[in-house]
């Protein structure tokens, strides 16, 4: 298998090429040590096949060693990222790196290796770790009342990342996106203050400053993005709902995420997928029992 794992163009090649005989504890501790090579990485090249590496250890299972993901992504300023992910998207020490355009290939932002390779793309793992389907994103900016709420959602994500069970729940479903806006009418900068209110009729009569009318949950399209299927919804909190007591605050938005749930929930019936959200709302409740 080892001779010929660097050869196969597609993802099904690579399976097909591993199922296709019975695994051996020998074949296994060749791609660990395969790994293990490729692990501090100096060039496209040396990447490429470490990727390859954590895709054959996708199927064929990580034994006694931590499971990660070898991920190559271009961010939203255009450069070039890679590294070795947990399922708990946690980044391994030492493997973060960027990359800049070198001719018609990539080199390692200040490594010592800038031959061109003549690799035109970065490989990223095609079959990647089963990770928390719930995924919390905050706003940068809110206001100071909800520092509290705001510190008490990350404790949320991570309890989530850590202890939701996605490999039970199936493949036909990515990941459920909840971003979290927060007003902040007293925002150092008077430019950006503003605040949400969900309706006209919440407005103040003579209200003056900046604000914006939004649902106390916009919900999105089932969509898919990079081969997954996702569905992005966002939670607007008034001011008023940001100076509530933070366990006020954390029994509405405990409210909230099995509201959203059930949004998925329906919008998946329709498809007729087979995705176990009746686990995902099991776990979940165990999370928030917890938080």
């Known amino acids: 298998m080892l001779n010929d794992l660097y050869q196969f163009e597609t993802l099904e090649q690579l399976t097909a090429r591993i199922q296709e005989e019975p695994l051996l504890d020998s074949q296994r501790q060749a791609l660990f040590a395969e790994y293990d090579r490729y692990f501090h990485y100096a060039n496209i090249e040396q990447w490429n096949k470490l990727v390859r590496v954590c895709e054959a250890l996708r199927v064929v299972g990580w034994a006694g060693r931590e499971p990660v993901e070898a991920i190559a992504e ?96 199936g493949d036909d479903f990515g990941y459920l996106g909840i971003y979290c806006w927060f007003s902040h009418h007293d925002d150092p900068s008077p430019s950006v203050r503003y605040e949400y209110f969900h309706t006209e009729q919440d407005v103040p009569p003579d209200f003056a400053a900046g604000y914006y009318i939004r649902p106390r949950l916009q919900v999105g399209k089932l969509a898919k993005r990079r081969g997954q299927l996702k569905l992005e919804i966002t939670r607007h909190f008034t001011r008023q709902e940001g100076e509530l007591p933070i366990e006020t605050q954390k029994e509405m938005f405990k409210q909230d995420l099995m509201e959203i749930i059930s949004v998925l929930e329906e919008k998946l019936k329709k498809k007729k997928s087979p995705y176990r959200t009746d686990l995902m709302i099991t776990d979940l409740g165990a999370v928030l029992a917890k938080w």
């Open 74 to 169: 271009k961010w939203i300023n255009g450069s070039y990222y890679s590294g070795l992910r947990t399922r708990t998207f946690t980044t391994i020490e030492g493997t973060s790196k960027g990359w800049s355009k070198r001719g018609n290939s990539f080199v390692i932002d200040g490594g010592h290796d800038l031959a061109n390779y003549g690799i035109s793309a970065l490989a990223t793992q095609r079959n990647p770790l089963p990770k928390n389907p719930i995924r919390l994103v905050g706003s940068g900016n809110y206001q100071r009342s909800a520092q509290p709420f705001v510190d008490s959602l990350e404790e949320l994500r991570e309890q989530l990342d850590r202890d939701m069970r996605q490999e039970l729940y």
